[in-house]
Nanobody
Framework: VQLVESGGGLVQPGGSLRLSCVASGSVFFVGWYRQAPGKQRELIATINSFHRTAYVDSGKDRFAISRDDAKRTVFIQMNSLKPKETAVYYC?????WGKGTKVPVSS
């Protein structure tokens, strides 16, 4: 499956952003990840076709993952962003990855 992320861009500390991931076909399970400069890629949140969600602790109270199956799109809403969350954000499904979208968090 092909995945295309969008919605990245410069955001100030404490700001919000919503990223989108459009899939070329139906997918059951989708994950959002991020990779900060010089660090390994890490999982942020997942969602399955029953809209069941799971989050890692760091974003549990600030991030919200959702999906629109009619548009084959998975979103992640990110609030109260921190400079250390500057990263390239990726979505993954069926072991396929998008190219990512950059999110610099800076004043």
């Amino acid at each position: 499956v092909q995945l295309v992320e969008s919605g990245g861009g410069l955001v100030q500390p404490g700001g919000s952003l919503r990223l989108s991931c459009v899939a070329s076909g139906s997918v059951f399970f989708v994950g959002w990840y991020r990779q900060a400069p010089g660090k390994q890629r890490e999982l942020i949140a997942t969602i399955n076709s029953f809209h069941r969600t799971a989050y890692v602790d760091s974003g549990k109270d600030r991030f919200a993952i959702s999906r629109d199956d009619a548009k084959r799109t998975v979103f992640i809403q990110m609030n109260s962003l921190k400079p250390k969350e500057t990263a390239v954000y990726y979505c993954e499904a069926v072991h396929d990855w998008g190219k990512g979208t950059k999110v610099p968090v800076s004043s």
